[in-house]
Nanobody
Framework: QLQLVESGGGLVQPGGSLRLSCAASGFPLDYSAIAWFRQAPGKEREGVSC????????YYADSVKGRFTISRDGAKNTVYLQMNSLKAEDTAVYYC?????????????????????WGKGTLVTVSS
């Protein structure tokens, strides 16, 4: 069965860094698009970043561009989200999501077509 398990969340001061991990089981990342979403209290869910399994192309929301970096480790079947220069407005539950398809651009899965599978989320709190 396909599963996604996030880890790496926690409390960090403004300007600090965190690295989130998303460990996938039940399917190979090479044939999938993997994305990170986040949802802050009282706000809609936001697509943060995505990485395409077939060619490694990436997508970033404008709100995180230049601060966050998504990457993958095929051997570990894991996707990472390195978050630098964190701000209070980055506080949210971060979810890993996947779709077992690589036909469309990664950004299109995040913004148009949606994802198939979701993890349970990990909380990131940016506060002094």
């Amino acid at each position: 069965q396909l599963q996604l398990v996030e880890s790496g969340g926690g409390l960090v001061q403004p300007g600090g860094s965190l690295r989130l991990s998303c460990a996938a089981s039940g399917f190979p990342l090479d044939y999938s698009a993997i994305a990170w979403f986040r949802q802050a209290p009282g706000k809609e869910r936001e697509g943060v970043s995505c990485i395409h399994g077939s060619d490694g192309t990436t997508y970033y929301a404008d709100s995180v561009k230049g601060r966050f970096t998504i990457s993958r480790d095929g051997a570990k079947n894991t996707v990472y989200l390195q978050m630098n220069s964190l701000k209070a407005e980055d506080t949210a539950v971060y979810y890993c999501a996947a779709v077992r398809d690589t036909y469309y651009y990664c950004s299109d899965y995040v913004t148009i077509y949606g994802m198939e599978y979701w993890g349970k989320g990990t909380l990131v709190t940016v506060s002094s």
